[in-house]
């Protein structure tokens, strides 16, 4: 599939988003099923089943609490992840940043640092909503310092909240304000 600059709908400088679609979901399957890729997530306890991850897609698509994007390399135009805003509250105006790159041989690039604050301008100044907020188990070091680097604060800790690799882990939570309201 060849992309251009314009079927994109966020741009950064080595990345982009385009709107996640159904073709897109059986990379994902693949990914949810390297353990490697899932070892500190929620994600990966069983296996992924194509068919029910189309029918979730759908449903979260037509809700208006969720707003899933494809990463693009600029430079390969190749998928590589997923990213998005869950549980968006219209009322309390914040939501979930959730992201995750699958192709391990673009870990530690700088990608997900990008698609996170283009997912913050675009929440903030496109949606209007009043703060971000994002969680990760305690060992997973990439996340934590994606949002630290990008001047979360850290809300609280969830003393063993997720159980993996046969041992409790902490969960960590950070949240973001947007500033121009305060
Ligand atoms: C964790 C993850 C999101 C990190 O993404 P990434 O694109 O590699 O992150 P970045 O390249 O923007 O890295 C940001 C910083 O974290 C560092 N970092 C990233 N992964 C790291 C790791 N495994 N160990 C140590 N540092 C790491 C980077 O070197 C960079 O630090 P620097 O700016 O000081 O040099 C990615 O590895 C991933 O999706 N993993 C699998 C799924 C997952 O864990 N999703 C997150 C759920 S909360």
């Given at each position: ?5 314009q079927?994109?709908f ?9 709107g ?28 992924k ?134």
């Amino acid at each position: 599939m060849l992309m251009n600059n314009q079927d994109f709908f966020l741009n950064g400088e080595k990345i982009a988003l385009k709107g996640l679609e159904e073709s897109d979901l059986e990379l994902i399957h693949n990914w949810l099923n390297d353990s490697d890729v899932t070892r500190l997530l929620f994600q990966g306890d069983r296996p992924k089943n194509l068919g029910v991850m189309k029918e979730e897609f759908q449903n979260r698509i037509k809700s208006n609490e969720n707003i899933e994007f494809a990463i693009i390399t600029k430079n390969e135009k190749k998928i590589i992840g997923w990213a998005g805003l869950y549980e968006i509250n219209w009322i309390s105006r914040n939501g979930e940043i959730r992201f995750f790159i699958g192709e391990k041989e673009f870990w530690k690039k700088g990608h997900t640092t990008e698609v996170v604050s283009l997912l913050i301008e675009y929440a903030f100044n496109k949606l209007n909503l009043h703060k971000v907020w994002g969680g990760a188990n305690i060992e997973n070091v990439g996340s934590i310092r994606v949002f630290e680097k990008l001047k979360f604060f850290e809300e609280g800790i969830i003393k063993e909240g997720h159980f993996r690799n046969g041992q409790y882990y902490d969960l960590i939570r950070y949240g973001l304000l947007n500033k121009k309201e305060n």
